[in-house]
Nanobody, 125 residues
Framework: QVQLVESGGGLVQAGGSLRLSCAAS????????MGWFRQAPGKEREFVAA????????YYADSMKGRFTISRDNAKNTVYLQMNSLKPEDTAVYYC??????????????????WGQGTQVTVSS
């Protein structure tokens, strides 16, 4: 079992930055890949970014490339999402998720086994 707790969400103006954190507990953190997803009201949950167990491989949704950076600190059992140049359309609840494998198997929600409760990010224009 893996427990995930996100933090760092909030209200920010367009063009601003936020860093989300996701603290994991339970299984050995370095034994699984991690991902970030988001869900806006009335929309499906969408992939944001993912990172392999070592941090050596990362993946991003096209609309986030160059603006968002995913990273992890296995010593702190934490994965981060640095979000820069935020836009109003980035407003959503952001979720971290843990895979059951070390390598990123995919970018669909069904590829991930464990989920956090989410943190709200609101970007004002």
């Amino acid at each position: 079992q893996v427990q995930l707790v996100e933090s760092g969400g909030g209200l920010v103006q367009a063009g601003g930055s936020l860093r989300l954190s996701c603290a994991a507990s339970g299984r050995t953190f370095s034994s699984y890949a991690m991902g970030w997803f988001r869900q806006a009201p009335g929309k499906e949950r969408e992939f944001v970014a993912a990172i392999s167990w070592s941090g050596g491989t990362t993946y991003y949704a096209d609309s986030m490339k160059g603006r968002f950076t995913i990273s992890r600190d296995n010593a702190k059992n934490t994965v981060y999402l640095q979000m820069n140049s935020l836009k109003p359309e980035d407003t959503a609840v952001y979720y971290c998720a843990a895979d059951s494998e070390r390598w990123v198997r995919g970018t669909a929600p069904n590829d991930y086994t464990y989920w956090g409760q989410g943190t709200q990010v609101t970007v004002s224009s």
